[in-house]
């Protein structure tokens, strides 16, 4: 049995998916965790620690975020953020859709306004006190010049994100093709892999 550290239920039922279709038993476990760092990477090993310390039990955490390419920031310090990048959730609390999208705006030299191309990244982190091992999954795409539906599951990124290949964004797309092409999903797929074959 693996506990799913999330309080998200639509990251819960993403992961649980797949793992239902590898045959490897799953819970939700709802503990609130400290996020701090700087880096996917960083925060899901913070996390997968913190959440161990207290279950004791094998568990996976995931830590996810969106990337404009082109568009980092650099902070008071002179340090250069990926943005949004981990800080997803509160870009969108503080700019909302027209504020990401026109974030996500520049001009050419003639003067035409391009869209940056973006990608979404997972990063998972599975821990059973003893193996600490991190699983990445990568969406590239691009951000839309305006809002398309509305997530179902309360992501936002989802209406002003088409995946490559696509025309669509993720929430306008059959529920089946999204749920095969996400970041998670991926992240997820390679979990259960390594887990199924120690």
């Known amino acids: 049995m693996i506990s799913v550290v999330t309080g998200n239920n639509g990251k819960y039922n993403e992961i649980k998916e797949v793992l239902d279709k590898h045959k490897i ?3 939700q476990e709802n503990i609130e965790l400290d996020e701090k760092d700087n880096t996917l990477e960083d925060t899901a090993l913070s996390k997968a620690r913190q959440a161990f ?6 568990l996976i955490v995931d830590d996810s975020g969106i990337f404009f390419e082109g568009k980092d920031e650099m902070d008071a ?3 250069v953020h990926p943005f949004p990048g981990h800080k997803a959730k509160r870009a969108f609390e503080e700019l909302g859709f027209d504020g990401l999208i026109k974030k996500a705006q520049s001009k050419d030299a003639e003067g035409v306004i391009r869209l940056c191309k973006a990608y979404f990244k997972c990063v998972i ?4 006190g003893k193996t600490t091992k991190l699983f990445e999954g990568i969406v590239k795409g691009r951000i839309t010049d ?4 509305s997530s179902p599951e309360g992501l936002p990124y989802d209406s002003i994100f088409v995946p490559e290949g696509y025309d669509n964004v993720f929430c306008l797309l059959p529920p089946k093709v999204a ?10 797929e390679k979990f259960a892999e390594w887990f199924n074959g120690r």
Do not use: M, N, W
């Open 25 to 27: 038993k799953c819970k």
């Open 125 to 128: 982190c599975f821990t059973d």
């Open 179 to 188: 749920h095969g092409l996400k970041h998670r999903t991926i992240a997820t």
């Open 77 to 79: 310090e002179g340090v």
């Open 146 to 149: 305006k809002v398309y539906g």
């Open 53 to 58: 310390s207290k279950i004791q039990k094998p």
